[in-house]
């Protein structure tokens, strides 16, 4: 289902763009329809309430828990069902600051990243606009969100439209700061253009980049199927939108033992992001059973962000809790496809990973 659509079936039975955006606003946000002081009757048209709990159901069977599993540091992982029984994944990051959650926009995913497993399945099916507002609406039921990051399975600029018409209504009707919405991609000449064509009216979201590595032809092994762009071009472009925008961009760096953790790539990194408007996220990456990398020690992982930090890059090292979706992403999915039985609400202690 399609943001739009919903809107046109809204409109079809009478509402206006105030009773729309109510109907959206209290979805978006996990409250009932019949929510607030005033009785429905006072201001919604008879056709469009009779219709409402109709409405209620199909959107809450748009993304429901096939199960979820808290993590030690206080993330929740949680694998949604979606209405045809697809799954995905979303995640309650750890509790900080502001509470994040983590979406998937796809099921499987085509970029084929060989350090990651949604990589291995390949594109199943986009995600509807609907699907990802309803994977917030469900998470919100549970715990608050207050920063969506779009770092889940699946490669947001193959799902672009949608993907954008879920920012639209998460950063109006569904009450998140826009820079608290985060774009993340492999780096797609496509995304660029359609950020930097949004004006100051629209919303406007924050970027996340995956880099992984300074190398041109290293990048190309490790994300066969992204868009050819070198390292240094995907800079170039990541720093336009980030002086557009006044947000920092966020470049994601999944640290591979003995693959780009070397003096090279550390030499690189200080070349490509000194002096820009940049945060670098060094996430150890996520051993799954039959990937081909190491994760390297936490303590070498962060003698490397002590280095960089030295150098003049800001550098954070991120604990894989669902920061990053490269690492482990797809692991609880596969899982799950492969489980025998039906689906049933279950919460199941595990360490914390990324998705
Ligand atoms: S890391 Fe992201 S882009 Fe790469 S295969 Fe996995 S989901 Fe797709």
Redesign the pocket.
């Known amino acids: 289902m399609h943001i739009e659509d919903l809107r046109q079936r809204l409109h079809e039975l009478g509402a206006n763009p105030r009773h729309q955006h109510r109907v959206l606003r209290l979805w978006s946000q996990a409250l009932p329809q019949n929510h607030g002081s005033r009785p429905i009757e006072a201001f919604l048209p008879t056709t469009l309430r009779n219709a409402l709990p109709e409405i209620e159901r199909e959107l809450a069977a748009l993304a429901t828990v096939h199960s979820e599993h808290l993590g030690e540091d206080g993330s929740l992982r949680r694998v949604v069902a979606l209405a045809d029984g697809q799954l995905v994944e979303s995640v309650h990051m750890p509790p900080g600051r502001i509470p994040a959650l983590c979406v998937s926009t796809?099921v499987g995913?085509?970029?084929?990243?060989t350090?990651?497993?949604?990589?291995t399945t390949g594109l199943i099916r986009q995600l509807g606009s609907a699907e990802i507002v309803a994977q917030v609406a469900l998470a919100r039921q549970q715990r608050p969100v207050k920063r969506v990051v779009f770092?889940?399975?699946?490669?947001p600029a193959h799902n672009l439209d949608n993907v954008l018409e879920a920012i639209d209504l998460l950063g109006t009707a569904g009450n998140i700061g826009h820079k608290n919405l985060v774009f993340?991609?492999?780096g797609d000449p496509r995304v660029f253009e359609a950020l930097m064509a949004r004006n100051e009216g629209q919303v406007r979201p924050a970027l996340a980049l995956?880099l992984h590595t300074t190398r041109a032809d290293l990048r190309e092994q490790l994300?066969p199927r992204?868009p050819r762009l070198t390292p240094d071009e995907l800079v170039e472009a990541g720093e336009r939108y980030a002086r557009h925008s006044a947000y920092p961009i966020q470049y994601q760096w999944?640290l591979l033992e003995g693959i780009n953790d070397t003096d090279e790539e550390v030499d690189g990194l200080v070349r490509l992001l000194h002096g820009k408007y940049a945060i670098l996220n060094l996430i150890p990456y996520n051993e799954g059973e039959g990937m081909p990398y190491r994760r390297p020690s936490w303590e070498a992982a962060a003698a490397l962000a002590r280095r960089l930090h030295q150098r003049g890059i800001l550098t954070k090292l991120r604990q894989s809790a669902g920061q990053d979706?490269?690492g482990g992403?797809?692991q609880l999915r596969a899982r799950a496809v492969q489980e025998k039985g039906g689906p049933g609400r279950r919460v199941i202690p595990v360490q914390a990973a990324p998705v």
């Open positions: 796809q995913c085509a970029v084929g990243c350090f990651c497993m949604t990589g770092m889940g399975m699946g490669e993340s991609t492999v995956s994300l992204a999944t979706v490269d992403c797809g």
